[in-house]
Each structure stands twice: as structure tokens, then as C-alpha cells.
């Protein structure tokens, strides 16, 4: 009998902050299989489209294998050497506070840990910021004003235990999807549950809101005053709890009556139906278990902490906190977000959730780590990063596991920064960024499937990331490059770790040292858990008590890490959007990502699953302002602010607000010509906590007319010289290529020739020209296989492209297949799949809108049934409905 050799291994989704379990089936011939552990309580076996399909981002292509100084390969040694001897170098001629640290919630908790120990222990400044900065930053400084401490309260069961959710500033079901599974479910389970959502889209999450609440915006802190006001004049506040467990509230109130003195107020500030507003302020204030979750709709504005202080005040009113089904609920944006947070990865942050303008927890933290020296005052945050090295005072900076070229707001100026800076380094697992092509020394990091360590999700769930599979080439773990440097920089004995477990124990350790129950964040009982142990440790929430075992929620007792033991309601008095529109810029610009993609797309645009459902930029209009502005729907408009201007298709819908656009975040010039929206985001930022303001940017909108358009697939990846707009995406067996140009060439066959033949190479070439049309059709067949096509045409008029796509899985065309090819149109016989709905399972709209038609399935688990869409991660499941409805 055959010996089964398959290798399982339990892991932790790379992507967004819920921290899904994986498990990972490896058999002898390589197959990987990518499953939801059930036993892990994030997501007791739920993935999202993204993390099934992990096994697509597994290969190697456009990965940096080998260590680089300008642009040449070199040997570790001598890479690590140049970097070290440069930053002594720098530091020596131009001090340590021109040295900058930029890094991400890419990193494991590990890695992140000695990151900052070298730069704010050993070279002794606090320049070290990360991503997070982007995201999170508003709901941690939000969270320290309130309760003193960076703190979560809750938990994902409380969504389960909830009779009201409050979903504000969240596309839920796109950006943390398995959150939106949970909560679907919790719906399911208890008809009496009842979901709000409060966000200027009709986002896909609207599909399971009992109450939509379109809101102005900026103007969330108002609703919020709105409803303290509200929950106070209606007698629904916890006496005793606001009596022994917090502070501030009569100021609080004060300032939130001068702003939101009743209901209509309310509504007619954030230009809302006043009867709905009603309708969730009653709610509020007669449901106990009441859970607001939010995340980036309400972080992301120049007040996002007054946005966060707003909610926390309605949880410390009502006493709605540290129990059961209740609580205000940050959810954060990366997987390793909260690890960052704990070992201090902010710039005005120490490790172990201590504080850098605190001198005994600057004692502490120097005494533990025996080093020479520490920072005493913050450093510089993300923005402040990028102008300082404009400006040229930040003379080296070393870039981990982030692209800020492409996700910096006003990014033309951080590529401009990053231009010009002296000293360049980058960490990455890709070879060709946005950010590594202004690179001097390029140094090979491992990534998902690669790494060994830990992260931690949204509700403070520590969980092991594992290795899966051999390293390649020479990649290294971070912690190990940042390690080597450090040595090389006169540390050897306080960097001297032999694997990542070794970290793990020392910031373990460092979080219980003088603690005292003085501060939140402690796992000091796992410091000395051992090697064995640390390779199995399963899921658990901190912090840890002196038996191991994890805390589901904070603050059950009424005691906060203030110094008064009292959570503190914050004063809010709304401030609106830093730069408002204008007769110049009379639209209101709002980012995000989309549904299977993943911030700049380094990783999942080379899936083709997941560039299936949307494969192109575009910008989100709806259809009053697409006439008002002369638009046409699935034209290519050019979108422009104060800060730069970008070019993408117009998907018109009546789910986008009036006087509002959108755009989503993921496009960069590794994929698109012009397309990164990043471009035209305002730099202003929250005055506390620095998060930029990428929520509401003036822009304007106008046509892009080029004087061609068209569509490549080819198996191979093209360098265009001919397109002024292009964006490429993985298809399954081809890249597509939709293009359009400002120039007419003079000769389209010997162009398309030149780009998709080799001089050398007899090929079979087929096309079709017809000059009064100005159209050109094109195919390169390769042994009677298609190898690449072209179409080319006047306007946006052309065929569709998934007959053509689903050709470059037929190993030998038919003659039938032939006499179609050019005429983009399937046979008769053959159906066309349409756009991609269910990513997991490759279904198309056509396909689905057929089944109802045919068969007349009354629900989504009918149609699932059928044909399997929406039947795996879930994801699709809003946009069937819709179908549904429509057809």
C-alpha cells in the first residue's frame, strides 16, 4: 500500500486584520491546498476569497532572490557590510535623527520587535514608523485619550452575543470579509439582531443593513455628539458606571450640545432622513448589547481621533463596554497591525505598549534592553517622514515590506523624496516595485509561506504565522537581516538571536518587566514557554495570566489604565475635512480597497482568480454628476486635484453618493500607466495621531478621449511603448491589456508585429484591417495555439473579452475557433461567461443571470447549489443578490 506523505500545516492568513486560521495540505508532488481551520476562533474554517486562494501567490514570479547594490547582485556579506558602514557613516556625519525607519504591517511581531529596539535603543532615535501609520493610528490615539492604554475591549464573539451592530465607516463584507460572514451568520441565528450601517457608499455590506445611513462626508463626529446628546437627554446612561468607572463627562456633553443639539440638527448636518437617524438613536439607547465596529471610513480624516473618542463617549455613557455583546470595536487593517502597536512600532511609541514622553517607562525599557541609548522624544511620523527627507534633512532610510511610493498620500512628492535621498535600502520579497526602483541596496526578505513567527488580529489574538515551504534563492527573515546589521553596527551581543522564537521570549519578557498590572499589554508568562512550546502555541487573545490562558475582554471590573483608574470621555468639538471643495475641485474623492485584491497588489495581481471579478481601475460616479460632468459609463475619464491626476474607467452606479467619487487604492505603475490614486490624495493629517486624510480629497473630473482604444491577450508579460493609458491583469494563461492611445501609428500591422513577434520567429499571423473604421485585429497562433491577440477600434466599443480569454485553455483551435478569432464573437453554440462574480469557482454574470432565467432559484443558496457560486468563502454573495433582484 501507498504511503500518504501529505504535510498539514496550521498558519495565519497574510492579509487583513481578522487573522484567519489556515491549514495548508502539502503532498510529495508540491500540491498546495488551502483550507479555513475550524479550530481556530477567528474564523472557525471561514476564508474570504483572498485567503483561498493563498496558493496563487505562492510563485516566483518578479521575486528578489539575491541581495543588490545598485541594481547589481552581491553576496549577503557584502551587502550587510555596505548597508551598516553607510548608516554609521550618515549617522556619524550627520547625526542620528537623519536616519529614518519605514516599516509595515507586513512584518511579524518578531520582526517589527528588533526593528525597533535598534532604532530606538541603539542608534537612539524614534524615527521608525510603519504603514499602520496610514490605518490604525486614529483609533490607537483615540484609545489611549479614553482608556489610557491602546486597548481593544472586545472580541469577534461579541458580534454573535450583539442585538444591535453598528457598522460605521466599514465596507465590511469586502474589506474584512469574514467579520461580514460572522455577523451574516449571527443574522441568521437571531432573527432580532439588527445592523446599521452608517457610510457615505451603498457598499456591498448595505445587503444585510436593517438601517443605511448614507452620511455626509466628515461629518460622522457630529452624528456621534448627536447621539451622546440624545442617550443623555432620554435618561439612558449608567449612572453608577459613569459615577466610579470614568471621567469628563459633563465637558464632553458641553461641547457635543454645541455642535448636535437634537435629532434634526443632526440630520440636517450630516444630510441624512431624520426619521432614520430617529430610528437608530432609539435603538441605541434601548438596546443593551449594543457593538459599534468601525475601521478606516471613520480613522482615515484629519479628526479621526475625535471621530474614534465620539463613539468610545456613547459606550462610556451607556456603561456599554467590558461585557458581553457590547462595546465600541476597531477593526484593524493589516495582519500585524496590533503586533506593531505592542513592541512600539510607531514613532512616538516604546515597546511593550510604553510610552516615549514617560521617563520611567524610558528607564525601563533602556534598562532592559541594557542599551546605550533611547529615545526620548518622538520621532518623526509617516507624512513627516517623507517631507523631512524631501526636504533633505532624513539622509537614509530603510523601507520594510511597503511600497510608499504608490500608498503615501500625495505620492509624486514621496517619489520625489525617495529620489533624491541619499541612502536608500529596501526589504522586500518582490524585485520590482514602485518603491525598490529607487532602491541603492536591495536586500531579498521572506514572505507568507516562508516566514516563521507570530501576529496578532483585531481582538488582541496572538497566532503563529509558519514556514511551509524551503526558502528561495538566498531570501533571509527580517529579523535576521535587521539582526546582522545591528552586529555589524558594534550590537553583536544584544542582536545575538538563533531564531525568531528567541524574540519572542525577550519581548515577552520585556512586556511584564515592572509592569505591576500597570499597563494592558502583557504575555510575560509565555517568556519562558520554551522552544517546543512556542511552535505550537495555539490562538490566544492578551493579555496572558500566570496560567497561560488569554483574556477575551478588557475592562470587565471598570478599571482602565488611566491615572486615575477612570476611563475619560474626550470633548469633541467636529472640525471638518481639512480642504473643502471648490468651483475647481467640486467632488469629493473617498478610497479603498475592492473586494479580492490586496493593497498595492504585489502579491494578489498575480492571482488569476483573484483579478477576475475587477481587473481595472475606475472611478465610482453616480448617474446625476456622470451627466452633469458629460460622462459616458465605461469611458476613460481623467481625474484630477491639487496634487496630481490619474486616469481610469467610469463605472456609473446609484450606490455612489452625489457630489462623491471613488476610486480604489490597489493600481501602480507595475500595472497601470497612470492609475495610482495616491497621486491625488491630500497630505493633511490628524494633529494627534498623523494618519493622513485619504477619505475626503476636492477633485475634478473630466473625459479622457484618446484617439484609439483596445485590448491585448498574450501569454506573455508586454513592455508597451505605443499606449498612453494601459493596465495589465493576470487572466488564467494570458495577461490582458486594456489600452488606448493619444497617437495613430502609421503602420498598426508592423506595430503589433513589433510587439508581439520576434523578428527571428516564423509564427502563424493572422489579421484584419479595415482603414475606414479604423479598426485592426490581430493573432499570433503558435503551433495552432493561441499565443497573443489585438484589438484595436475608434471608441470603447469592442468585443468582449471572455470567448477570446477562454481560448488560451484550448491546447489545438478548431477550425470554428479560427473563423471567430477575429471577430471577437463566440460561435453560436458557445455561451459567453460574462464579468466574474465568484471569484472562487470562476462563475459569470451570464451565467448566472441564465440559471435564474431558466430555472427561477427563489435564494443565493439555490443558485449556489447549481452552478457553486457564493458556496465557498462568501464573498460574492451581496452581488448575487443583487442579481437576483434585478433579472
Known sequence: MAMNHEKIIKTTCPYCGVGCGVVVNLDEQGVIKIKGDPDHPANYGRLCSKGSALADSLGMEGRLLYPEINGNACSWGDALNVVSHRLKDIIEKHGKESVAFYVSGQLLTEDYYVANKLVKGFIGTANIDTNSRLCMSSAVAAQKRAFGSDSVPGCYEDLERARLIILAGSNTAWCHPVVYQRIVQAKKDNPDLVVALIDPRQTATADIADIFLPIKPGTDSIFFNGLLVYLQEQDEHNIQFIKNCTEGMDEALDHARQSAPDIASVAAQCELDEEEVTRLFRLFAHTERVVTVFSQGINQFSSGTDRVNSIINCHLLTGRIGRPGMGPFSLTGQPNAMGGREVGGLANQLAAHMELDNEEHRDCVQTFWQSPHIADKQGLKAVDLFDAMYEGDIKAVWIMGTNPAVSMPDSNKVREALKHCELVIVSDCMRDTDTTQFADILLPAQTWSEKDGTVTNSERRVSRQRSLLPIPGEAKADWWIISEVAKRMGFEKEFSYNEAADIFFEHAALSGYRNNATRDFDISAWADMGYEAYDNLQPTQWPIDKDKKGTKRLFTEGQFYTPSGKARFVAVTPRPPAIDTDDEFPLVLNTGRVRDHWHT???????????????????????????????????????????????????????????????????????????????????????????????????????????????????????????????????????????????????????????????????????????????????????????????????????????????????????????????????????????????????????????????????????????????????????????????
Open 601 to 887: 497588489l504585489t502579491r494578489t495581481g498575480h492571482s488569476a482568480r483573484l483579478s477576475g471579478h475587477i481587473s481595472e481601475p475606475y472611478v465610482e460616479i453616480h448617474p446625476k454628476d456622470l451627466a452633469a460632468y458629460s460622462l459616458e459609463d465605461k469611458s476613460l475619464a481623467c481625474i484630477t486635484s491639487k496634487w496630481g491626476e490619474v486616469i481610469v474607467r467610469v463605472t456609473v452606479t446609484e450606490q455612489q453618493r452625489i457630489g462623491s467619487v471613488f476610486i480604489p487604492m490597489h493600481w501602480n505603475q507595475q500595472f497601470a500607466s497612470q492609475a495610482g490614486v495616491d497621486m491625488l490624495i491630500n497630505p493633511a493629517v490628524d494633529p494627534i495621531s498623523g494618519q493622513p486624510e485619504f477619505k475626503y480629497t476636492p477633485v475634478n473630473i473630466s473625459t479622457y478621449q484618446p484617439q484609439w482604444y483596445g485590448f491585448i491577450l498574450s501569454r506573455r508579460r508586454l513592455k508597451l511603448t505605443n499606449a498612453n493609458y494601459w493596465v495589465c491583469s493576470k487572466g488564467r494563461g494570458y495577461w490582458k491589456y486594456e489600452i488606448g492611445g493619444d497617437d495613430l501609428p502609421g503602420d498598426w500591422a508592423k506595430c503589433a508585429r513589433s510587439l508581439l513577434c520576434s523578428e527571428d520567429n516564423k509564427v502563424d499571423w493572422i489579421e484584419y484591417f479595415d482603414n475606414a473604421q479604423k479598426k485592426y485585429r490581430a493573432a499570433r497562433l503558435v503551433n495552432n495555439k493561441l499565443e497573443s491577440c489585438v484589438f484595436i477600434g475608434p471608441d470603447i466599443h469592442l468585443p468582449e473579452r471572455d470567448y477570446l480569454a477562454d481560448l488560451f485553455g484550448v491546447d489545438v483551435l478548431s477550425d470554428q475557433d479560427r473563423a471567430s478569432l477575429l471577430t471577437g464573437k463566440p460561435p453560436l453554440d458557445v455561451k459567453e461567461r460574462g464579468p466574474i462574480v465568484c471569484s472562487c469557482f470562476n462563475v459569470g454574470l451570464n451565467e448566472i443571470t441564465e440559471l435564474i432565467k431558466e430555472k427561477q432559484p427563489a435564494t443565493v443558496e439555490e443558485i449556489g447549489a447549481c452552478i457553486k457560486a457564493g458556496t465557498n468563502c462568501g464573498s460574492c454573495i451581496p452581488e448575487i443578490k443583487k442579481i437576483l433582484l434585478k433579472v
